[in-house]
């Protein structure tokens, strides 16, 4: 892949926080710094750790971004991240 660095350090983990046994966590190590990619399916844990997200659902991505850009997206100013993916599904 050109113009993109290739992670330097992947370490899988599993479970590395109170979560329930169907979460996985991957740390990235790269030259941009450490990345965290948690896939987890309780969207209330996810939105009290993480500060972007990916939602998927069918096998297709249905949103990509920060809490607010994804309630500007879903037409849901308030709305929780379940509120959110429940718009955009």
């Known amino acids: 892949m050109s113009g993109r660095s290739s992670p ?3 370490s899988s983990l599993k479970p590395l926080m109170p979560f329930p046994d169907r979460v996985f966590v991957i ?4 030259e941009g710094g450490r990345s965290l990619l948690l896939s987890i399916h309780q969207l209330n844990d ?3 750790v993480c500060d972007r997200f ?3 659902a069918g096998g297709r991505v249905r949103g990509v971004g920060t809490r607010d850009e994804l309630r500007e997206r879903a037409a849901r100013p308030s709305g929780s991240l379940e509120d959110i993916f429940l718009a955009l599904t």
């Open 54 to 56: 990916v939602l998927l």
């Open 8 to 10: 330097s350090y992947i």
């Open 27 to 30: 740390v990235v190590e790269g």
């Open 46 to 48: 996810a939105e009290h």
